[in-house]
């Protein structure tokens, strides 16, 4: 199963991160969508076969009523959180800490910080990954998404797709 994941996009979309992820089964946006014709035209791509998305802080009333703030699902026999504000090992926002001490995800993946970020943390032996910010918009410098791979409850093959900021 091959993913896509961005966050951050703030309402645009890259055309060069759709080509990226043009293989992907599955794609996961960690929030802060900003326009909902983000994930239409993310839907569109033909090996797509999932969109899964939460809201983020600046996302209004069309995403809040589509996305939920926290997604808890399997995939390939890998259990993942999904939510926008999370934080990072050893950093971690209170809710998603108590959320991740119960659930015991082998995957977590938030996004806010416009920070690229793929840490393990060795106390809840889960891997973490904050795929950056997407968009324009931010104080980051470079835009970023991440794609990889999850096979028989195995993620491997990360590779980090970078854009200059416009």
């Not at 802080?57 to 999904?82: H, S, W």
């Not at 991740?100 to 032996?125: A, T, Y």
């Amino acid at each position: 199963m091959k993913i896509g994941l961005l966050s951050d996009t703030h309402g645009w979309l890259d055309p060069k991160i759709v080509l990226f992820f043009k293989d992907c089964d599955e794609i996961w946006h960690c929030g802060d969508i900003g326009d909902i014709a983000v994930t239409d035209e993310l839907r569109m791509l033909p090996a797509l076969t999932t969109l899964r998305a939460v809201y983020g802080n600046v996302d209004g009333y069309p995403a809040r009523q589509i996305f939920q703030e926290t997604e808890l699902f399997d995939c390939e026999g890998v259990k993942v959180v999904m939510t926008h504000i999370g934080g990072y090992p050893g950093n971690y926002d209170s809710r998603v800490r108590n959320l991740l001490e119960q659930e015991k995800p082998q995957l977590f993946v938030c996004g806010h910080s416009h920070i690229l970020k793929v840490l393990n943390d060795k106390k809840l032996k889960c891997l973490h990954i904050n795929p950056g910010a997407a968009g324009k918009y931010g104080f980051h410098k470079v835009r970023t998404a991440v794609r990889f791979e999850i096979e028989k409850g195995t993620i491997k093959d990360l590779e980090v797709w970078e854009g200059e900021k416009m």
